[in-house]
């Protein structure tokens, strides 16, 4: 079989690969369908993400239908649609103990510390898959992933109706955490610095969408909200400026959600924290999100089609990679099918 493999930063190559082998009586075999590609899988490929490991097989937006089970397989058949969670955990740790898998002391994501899903087969245990809905096609429920991180933004922050979230940045995270904000119906307003990102976020619902080159932000956000500050600020442009900026923007006994995974010192003083008492959280993957999302999805409360921009082979992979790099080309996810 075919798999893309991540060998060193800048060199993805088609490999041929044995077909893998059921190891355990809980394992499926997976045909994989279609892969999204995600920003983390572009990290590891450019060689700047801080925690992946080389030579690697990245995706980890992966659905696909089984084709073989293990013999103690319950649950799941030969033919099912089903969606791969990326996350590894112990399940013994302390934070596997207290409900934290995401953040296991042991933790291991597929395509980050081992390999991932663009390959034509993988295997899986079956507590590591999901039923997809029969009402989406294999494009929508490679969406289903990335939500799931949304999901957990939302909930890292407490969200509720009442809230008004700023988010920061419309790269295709942010615009997914809109899209989730929405959900819940609390007002959200989303700033870029490129036009084109922020008219997708108009047609997302966002309330206002702040163009951060023409306007000072700060001065928008205190004036939208009559001088108080937005209850909830997620960093999603995830630099040693932005995660600084965000305590500007958010209001006393708001919360503050980062992203980010940059090693650099960023320069934040105690004050403007301890005063206001503001709470700043990490959210990192997803804590058992998979079920509520899929509902979200089969019930429809979530539309994402409008999302999916562009569509390749997987063996085009080369010529995906180049679109997404290319920042005069207007683009949302780019999907890729087995």
């Known amino acids: ?147 799931t991180i949304a999901e957990q933004v939302c909930s890292r922050a407490a969200l509720v109706k009442e809230d008004i979230v700023f988010i920061m940045g419309a790269g295709p995270v942010g615009l997914s955490i809109l899209k989730r904000v929405k959900l819940t119906g609390a007002i959200c307003y989303i700033s870029d610095i490129v036009e084109t990102r922020l008219d997708f976020a108009r047609q997302y619902g966002a309330d206002v969408a702040i163009n951060a080159k023409e306007v000072d932000v700060k001065e928008e956000i205190m004036r939208l909200t009559e001088g108080n500050g937005a209850t909830i600020v997620i960093d999603a442009v995830c630099s040693t400026r932005s995660f600084e900026q965000t305590l500007t923007y958010v209001c006393s006994a708001g919360r503050v959600i980062t992203l980010g995974f940059s090693k650099e010192a960023s320069a934040i003083n105690q004050l403007s924290i301890t005063a206001r008492e503001i709470d700043v959280r990490g959210s990192r993957l997803h804590n058992n999100k998979f079920p509520t999302v899929i509902e979200y999805f089969r019930s429809g409360k979530l539309a994402v089609k409008d999302m999916i921009t562009h569509r390749y082979q997987f063996t085009e992979i080369h010529e995906a990679l180049k679109l997404i790099e290319d920042p005069a080309i207007e683009k949302g996810k780019v999907v890729l099918f087995f």
């Open 1 to 147: 079989m075919k798999a893309l493999c991540v060998q060193s930063p800048h060199n993805i190559v088609i490999e041929e690969r044995p077909m893998p082998d059921i190891q355990l009586p809980t394992d499926v075999l997976i045909k994989v369908k279609a892969g999204g590609i995600c920003g983390s899988d572009v990290h590891i490929y450019h060689g700047t993400s801080s925690v992946a490991t080389y030579p690697r097989v990245i995706g980890h937006e992966i659905v696909g239908e089984i084709v073989e089970t293990g013999k103690e397989v319950s649950g799941f058949s030969v033919g099912d649609r089903v969606i791969m969670d990326p996350v590894i955990s112990c399940g013994t740790c302390y934070q596997c103990r207290i409900g934290r898998r995401n953040v296991c002391g042991k933790l291991q994501v597929r395509s980050v510390h081992v390999d991932g899903g663009y390959q034509e087969y993988i295997v899986v245990p079956q507590q590591s898959i999901y039923h997809i809905p029969d009402n989406l096609s294999w494009e929508e429920a490679v969406m289903i992933e990335p939500f």
